[in-house]
């Protein structure tokens, strides 16, 4: 999908199609199925990121900004005023959250 294109020799297309497949599709997926696991008192949603969300000398600029935006503390910090616990999958990563847990944790969710 990514063919490890520096920005400078980036195409859109490219771009687009990894964008949707590791970001878009996640998200939306999140998106979906965090209230119901919330009406249901919890469930797990993992994320992977590889190192290219750590790293930005890993893999090209759509792949590596792809897997950054599933890591992002921004998207982090929404999935616990969701509800959710973001907790960790590899010791290696340091403090990333990399996949989600959702706990029912008050009566108004």
Do not use: F
């Amino acid at each position: 999908m990514d063919t490890n294109n520096s920005v400078d020799t980036l195409e859109d297309q490219a771009w687009d199609r990894t964008i949707a497949v590791n970001l878009t599709a996640p998200v939306r997926l999140m998106r979906e199925v965090v209230p119901v696991m919330i009406k249901n008192g919890g469930g797990s949603i993992v994320n992977v990121a590889s190192k290219a969300g750590m790293s930005g000398a890993v893999a090209g600029v759509a792949y590596t900004a792809s897997k950054h935006g599933l890591v992002s503390p921004r998207l982090q910090q929404m999935l616990c005023s969701a509800g959710a616990n973001p907790t960790h999958l590899s010791k290696d990563w340091g403090d990333q959250e990399c996949g989600v847990e959702v706990q029912r944790t008050s009566n108004s969710l």
